[in-house]
């Protein structure tokens, strides 16, 4: 049983399918499927379950996904013992896609300044897909705006305020950027893109996918999509507004509306979170 094998493994496991995980690691299709056959020949079992062109890991495929994490942790706390900040090491860093591309961006420097020779993957993950995965040791580290279970270490980093937002040509812009007061009975004539899925995290059971309270002041929505990019897209060029937290509006072209009349605002934690925070030095750092 070798490292990379077990690296290939872990590989195709957090995917379940041999391709995409070639693609992720930059390794041949063909070497990540030897690599399978031949720890399934020496341990004697199978670890995936062929289904049609697709696969599933075995009971013993999930048992060996948290041994081989724990192995490749072991791996990583030798070299940082030894080589110390030199130490060459991947980090595997689990959010939704919005966190990811602020908070996710910052801890990856965070680490990148302490260990100049790591290297950091960011895997987009819903909150229970991030949470299973830092149970079996495929993830490392996550961000959610959900407080996870006292089973986890984790920590507040972050609160989030949101805001409705307008860019340039916009029929509202003008207004806004003269910064003139604006009715919720007037903002509620406007069209709306709305976030689906909580791709800008966690809501309380009263707002909508996005936070709003559509329950007490009903936008017009035109438009809903699961694209952060496409959200952006249609803020960007005017034809819609949109409910957003604090950290996508920085060092951005979207201008806040004031609005009068509506006394709700959506507000998150963001909490950075480890299966134990002690288990490699580097996590214990960071936090």
């Not at 507000?267 to 750092?285: A, D, G, H, P």
Request: charged fraction near 25%; include cysteine; hydrophobic fraction near 40%.
């Amino acid at each position: 049983m070798e490292m990379n094998e077990l690296r290939y493994f872990l590989a195709v496991s957090q995917t379940e399918n041999v391709q995409r995980a070639s693609e992720n690691i930059n390794v041949s299709a063909g070497s990540l499927s030897k690599a399978i056959a031949r720890l399934e020949s020496e341990l004697g079992v199978k670890l995936f379950n062929r289904v049609g062109r697709g696969i599933t890991l075995t009971e013993e495929g999930h048992f060996l996904t948290k041994k081989a994490s724990a192995i490749l942790n072991l791996e990583t706390e030798v070299k940082l013992s030894i080589l110390g900040q030199e130490a060459s090491f991947k980090a595997i860093l689990g959010a939704n896609e919005t966190l990811l591309s602020h908070f996710g961006v910052e801890l990856a420097q965070k680490i990148k300044d302490l260990y100049p020779n790591s290297s950091i993957e960011l895997v987009g993950l819903n909150h229970s897909s991030l949470l299973t995965k830092l149970a079996d040791g495929e993830v490392n580290l996550g961000l959610s705006t959900q407080e996870p279970r006292d089973d986890f270490d984790y920590k507040k980093i972050a609160e989030v305020k949101f805001h409705t937002v307008v860019s340039k040509g916009h029929p509202l812009y003008k207004k806004v950027k003269r910064n003139i007061e604006i009715s919720i009975e007037e903002i509620l004539e406007y069209d709306f893109v709305v976030s689906k899925n909580n791709i800008l995290g966690k809501t309380s059971a009263n707002q909508s996918a996005d936070g709003w309270r559509d329950d007490k002041f009903r936008r017009k929505i035109p438009y809903i999509t699961q694209s952060l990019k496409t959200l952006e897209s249609l803020v960007k060029s005017g034809k819609a507004l949109a409910y957003l937290p604090d950290y996508m509006i920085v060092n951005s072209d979207y201008e806040i509306v004031n609005i009068l009349g509506c006394p709700y605002q959506c507000k998150q934690k963001v909490y950075l979170i480890s299966r134990n925070k002690k288990e490699l030095s580097w996590i214990n750092q960071i936090f």
